[in-house]
């Protein structure tokens, strides 16, 4: 039987399995608590590069006990303090001119520097921070301009690969990709305005050139250069991209003495790219068979692929006989063929164990990175020696396969028979004209209305509490009165400031989506499954496994109790459906559009409790919604679709006098304006502060009617903006957006913020609105 038996091409390099990537904040979080108290000043530089080669050791140790070969270059070395793309930046001395007075003579910037770059500090404004393509990891935006000094400017990268040879690994350093790293990169402030980065394509290739001769003579066998551009449709023209592509893997397989080159494609497919890398002159490609369709017609001879079938992004257990069909098919366009994740797992949490309250029937169904490392080990087990070397494995992975699928859970008439019965006009609310009318009459609210978006500060007294709670420390009672108490007073706070519109701040909330997950049917939460979201910050996504139902009320009495405090109007606060799945793990055996009418429905019912119990102004938030386009244009109308119905199926049973806010992050929206248009929420805040209002200007040519807070303060920052500033942005704004159309809010939720910054930022936000009106 031909696919039974070991594949009889020349041995690919990685034999034994190899990964894209492994989670860099630690089992315990230890990345995360050095990096907070060195920001703190509770602790020093040194400790901090302490603990970090402390994890980086530990981690090494892991993937070989787990089963990846030490000797071989199969051990991703991919640690980074803060994110990979500004590695990138310090690593090429791409670092904009207004930091810098924090280089050293040669170039360098030590770890001060570097948080300061990340997060921004006194006049200096960090910067942007965007999303990893479809995912819920941000990286920090590269601002490159025709001034941009390329120079190799730092040596961690290659010091990280000697530490780990002196200690007996060989490692295979991971970076990100030229042309990933320039259409990440946006033209910087000094840019003539039809500048793109990627004109200095060459300019940067010679320090990648510089990069590999530096590996080489530090003994690395292989480099992995990252290129998920390669799997998106961009907004240069598509055959630029593939030419770019050409004429970079050309001149790097060029260079003499180098490592050799595993160019890796996470996060899709590389269709037409493929053949183009493929007669490159590098010696390895890493497929995302996840995502991506199996490539055809195209001659992989001579090189070592990697066949990504272990889902890099999500948490199911592997289905191995489809892994392995998958790997041999690979192997049939003659490359010599090993096994390994699709994408780095630094998008899954550590792993299972510590877990064991998720049961045993679903833990069996599930794969964290310690797991997914052995299922990668078996299957390249499998494919050198045959499916009897793993036998055992693979019927255990059989059988939790068959039992997911029979859950009661993963199938319940009441959810599908309620979905069944959905029509066109749940989807629909009255014209926004006669909304706004209605709601103008209730609110009587003045021009550029004064909001937050919903969090106020997660303060390290709110977490201990609910870390006592839920030790069993605090009684529900008492942990209830101690949120209570903590509303009370984010209420007259805002009273205080004279905000128009108040939120409770949701100090209740763990996290916006763990929050409702933990509420609902079809949902599980981890203890302890944490995953990198940017710098220090970290979310426990929820695993959404099964049919999706809302037993009770989830923030009724939240918000009841904030509005019983207040004769200003108190906004109910949710998070939408297309944000509740693009933040959890989600089942994969449907289409997410299912799963997330499931979930809409949900949100659709505590709508009308929040009304019911008089709650005026509902705000669902779907900060999530542009993360989640497809990276194909080919497939982004159907997306937007089922997205904006789930979005509308949650909100169109609220009455007309009932105001609907929707929220979003991130400020590449130009793109997805039509679909915020298609939500039809009454208010729209939006982030804008970063980027100086820059989406603006689209919005108003798109003719936008409904009305929109445009961010004028940049939470995840820690600086406080000058009441000056936020003026700027208001007049800025009301250049594009009429004052009736216009509210005022800070780019997002104030959990991240501690009060001092809260406080004299919004006492300047509202300055600034009073100098505006
Ligand atoms: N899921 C999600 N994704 C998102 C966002 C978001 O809010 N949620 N926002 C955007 C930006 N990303 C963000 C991601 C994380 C955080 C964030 O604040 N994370 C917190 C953790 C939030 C949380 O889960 N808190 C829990 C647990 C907190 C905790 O660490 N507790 C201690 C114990 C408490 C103590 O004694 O101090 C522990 O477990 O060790 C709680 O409050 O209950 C952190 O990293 O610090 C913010 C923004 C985009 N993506
Ligand atoms: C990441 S979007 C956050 C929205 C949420 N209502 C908050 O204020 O935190
Ligand atoms: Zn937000």
Not at 94 to 110: E, H, M, N, Q, Y
Request: glycine share 8%; charged share 25%; net charge negative.
């Amino acid at each position: 039987m031909s696919d039974n038996t070991p594949v009889a091409a020349p041995a690919p390099a990685f034999a034994g399995g190899t990964i894209l990537g492994y989670p860099r904040i630690g089992r315990n979080r230890e990345l995360k608590k050095a990096l907070e108290s060195f920001w703190k000043g509770t602790t020093t530089e040194a400790d901090l590069e302490a603990t970090a080669k402390e994890l980086r050791a530990f981690t090494r140790g892991q993937m070989a006990g787990l089963g990846l070969a030490k000797d071989d270059s199969s051990i991703p070395s991919n640690f980074s303090f803060y994110d990979h793309v500004l590695d990138a930046s310090v690593t090429f001395g791409a670092i904009p001119t207004r930091f810098k007075g924090l280089r050293a003579a040669d170039g360098s910037v030590d770890l001060a520097g570097y948080s300061t770059i990340a997060r921004g500090e006194g006049a200096h404004a960090p910067l942007e921070m965007t999303k990893w393509f479809d995912s819920n990891y941000h990286y920090l935006v590269p601002e490159i301009g025709p001034e941009t000094v390329f120079a190799l400017s730092s040596t961690r990268w290659v010091d990280e690969f000697v530490e780990a040879k002196d200690a007996g690994y060989l490692t295979r350093p991971v970076i990100t990709g030229p042309l990933t790293y320039l259409h990440l990169a946006k033209p910087s402030d000094d840019a003539p305005h039809d500048f793109a980065p990627i004109e200095r394509l060459d300019d940067l290739v010679a320090v990648y050139v510089e990069l590999l001769g530096a590996f080489k003579a530090a003994g690395a066998e292989w480099v992995q250069i990252d290129e998920p551009v390669l799997v998106a449709d961009i907004d240069a023209p598509h055959a630029d991209l593939l030419s770019q592509a050409e004429h970079v893997y050309a001149a790097l397989a060029a260079v003499e003495a180098r490592p050799q080159i595993l160019l890796a494609a996470p996060m899709g497919g590389l269709e037409d790219a493929l053949p183009v890398i493929a007669a490159s002159g590098v010696e390895g490609v890493a497929l995302d068979l996840v995502r991506g369709t199996l490539p055809t017609d195209v001659d992989l001879a001579g090189l070592t692929v990697v066949a990504g079938v272990v889902d890099g992004h999500n948490i199911w257990r592997t289905d191995l006989d489809k892994a392995l069909v998958k790997a041999r098919a690979v192997a049939e366009l003659g490359g010599a063929v090993t096994v390994g994740t699709s994408t780095s797992l630094f998008h899954v949490p550590h792993t299972l164990k510590g877990e064991e309250h998720l049961g045993a029937e679903l833990l069996s169904w599930l794969a964290f990175a310690d797991e997914k490392v052995a299922e990668v080990v078996t299957l390249a087990t499998a494919l050198r020696e045959g499916d009897d070397a793993v036998a055992d494995s693979l019927a255990e992975a059989r059988a939790a396969l068959a039992d997911r699928a029979a859950h009661p859970g993963t199938n319940r008439a009441d959810v599908r028979d309620r979905l069944a019965a959905v029509t066109p006009e749940d989807r629909d609310r009255t014209s926004y004209a006669v909304r706004a009318a209605a709601q103008e009459e209730r609110f009587h609210l003045p021009e550029l209305a004064t909001t937050t978006i919903g969090s106020f500060p997660q303060t390290p007294e709110i977490r201990k509490a609910r870390a006592a709670w839920a030790k069993g420390d605090l009684t529900d009672a008492d942990y209830e009165q101690a949120m209570k108490d903590e509303i009370a007073s984010v209420v007259e706070l805002q009273e205080d400031l004279g905000l128009d519109v108040l939120v409770h701040g949701e100090a209740e909330r763990n996290d916006m989506v763990q929050y409702f997950a933990e509420l609902l049917d079809g949902f599980s939460v981890t203890k302890n499954g944490w995953v990198q979201s940017y710098g220090s910050r970290c979310t426990r996504p929820s695993i959404l496994w099964g049919d999706v139902a809302r037993p009770q009320p989830m923030t009724v009495r939240w918000a009841t109790y904030a509005q019983s405090l207040s004769t200003k109007p108190v906004k109910g606060m949710l998070t939408g459906p297309v944000t509740i799945l693009a933040w959890s793990f989600v089942r994969d055996d449907q289409p997410l559009a299912v799963t997330a009418d499931q979930v809409g429905l949900a949100l659709r019912d505590e709508v009308t409790d929040l009304e019911a119990a008089g709650i005026g102004i509902i705000q669902v938030d779907e900060p999530a919604l542009r993360e989640l386009l497809p990276l194909r244009r080919r497939d982004q109308a159907a997306y937007l679709e089922w997205s904006v119905g789930s979005f509308r199926l949650s909100t169109a049973g609220a009455k007309d006098d009932t105001q609907v806010h929707t929220h979003l992050c991130y400020s590449e929206f130009g793109e997805i304006i039509d679909a915020i248009d298609g939500l039809d929420a009454d208010v729209t805040s939006i982030e804008a502060a970063r980027s100086r209002m820059e989406v603006l200007p689209a919005i108003r040519s798109h003719g936008y009617e409904r009305q929109i807070g445009p961010g004028v303060w940049d939470i995840h920052s820690p600086r406080i903006p000058s009441t000056q500033e936020m003026t700027e942005l208001l007049t800025l704004a009301k250049e594009s957006i009429s004052g009736r159309q216009l509210w005022v809010n800070p780019d997002c939720g104030l959990k991240t913020r501690g009060y001092r910054e809260t406080v004299a930022s919004l006492e300047n936000l509202v300055a600034a609105t009073k100098a505006v009106r």
